[in-house]
């Protein structure tokens, strides 16, 4: 278990983090209950639900051409064990620190094969999809460092609110507006890393 009082091992703002406790939780813990209590039956760790976004994004990858519907199925899936690992690691007690750093980097995995697999079937250009792949984690990297040395960390974008909708859209035979959507993300991220090593600069000499 992670120790009381530690930093928190994520890349959330406090306003997320807020909102995650007072709202969200409490919404989907009554609803997954019964699934927690299954796979706490089955000894399924968080863990493992965490690293099954990646094969899940392999296939993205892998039938995009074939079936956008399928695409669709896996992004919710990996949506679901996304938020099922955390729940099901505090109501087993298994939350730690290093299950959220698991958790963490199998969702950046996953987040870089679902661009990997649109730039792959032409929707989205080479150059954003490098970008995106090479700012989302380090943007997610630059967050977790200023919680992990008692920082603020400054209002966050989520790929889910820029990215996403249009990536639905375009799944379910829509306009492509993934390219437009793909830079503001990427001009999002890069702000991101630049205001996160600013505080990083900051708050580093306060500790030497």
């Given at each position: 278990?992670?120790?009381?009082g530690?930093?928190?091992?994520?890349?959330?703002?406090?306003?997320?983090?807020?909102?995650?406790?007072?709202?969200?939780?409490?919404?989907?813990?009554?609803l997954?209950?019964?699934?927690?209590?299954?796979?706490?039956?089955?000894h399924?760790?968080?863990?493992?639900?965490?690293?099954?976004?990646?094969?899940?994004?392999v296939?993205?990858?892998?039938?995009i051409?074939?079936?956008?519907?399928?695409?669709?199925?896996?992004?919710?899936?990996?949506?679901?064990?996304?938020?099922?690992?955390?729940?099901?690691?505090?109501?087993?007690?298994?939350?730690?620190?290093?299950?959220?750093?698991?958790?963490q980097?199998?969702?950046?995995?996953?987040?870089?094969?679902?661009?990997?697999?649109v730039?792959?079937?032409?929707?989205?250009?080479?150059?954003?999809?490098?970008?995106?792949?090479?700012?989302?984690?380090?943007?997610?990297?630059?967050?977790y460092?200023?919680?992990?040395?008692?920082?603020?960390?400054?209002?966050?974008?989520?790929?889910?609110?820029?990215f996403?909708?249009?990536?639905?859209?375009?799944?379910?035979?829509?306009?492509?507006?993934?390219?437009?959507?793909?830079?503001?993300?990427?001009?999002?991220?890069?702000?991101?890393?630049?205001?996160?090593?600013?505080?990083?600069?900051?708050?580093?000499?306060?500790?030497?």
């Open positions: 278990m992670a120790a009381k530690a930093p928190p091992a994520d890349s959330y703002s406090q306003t997320q983090r807020m909102l995650i406790r007072r709202f969200v939780r409490p919404v989907l813990l009554p997954t209950t019964p699934i927690l209590r299954a796979l706490t039956a089955l399924v760790s968080p863990n493992a639900l965490s690293l099954l976004q990646i094969p899940l994004g296939l993205m990858v892998l039938v051409h074939e079936s956008h519907a399928a695409v669709i199925g896996l992004m919710l899936a990996c949506f679901a064990l996304d938020g099922l690992d955390g729940l099901l690691a505090r109501y087993s007690g298994q939350a730690s620190t290093y299950g959220a750093l698991v958790d980097c199998a969702d950046q995995i996953r987040e870089v094969l679902t661009v990997a697999a730039a792959q079937n032409g929707a989205l250009s080479a150059l954003v999809a490098t970008l995106y792949g090479v700012l989302y984690p380090l943007s997610n990297i630059a967050l460092l200023i919680n992990l040395h008692g920082g603020r960390v400054a209002p966050t974008f989520k790929s889910v609110l820029t996403y909708p249009f990536l639905l859209l375009y799944l379910l035979g829509g306009a492509n507006w993934l390219e437009a959507a793909g830079w503001l993300t990427v001009a999002a991220m890069a702000l991101t890393v630049g205001l996160s090593v600013h505080q990083l600069g900051r708050l580093l000499p306060r500790e030497l």
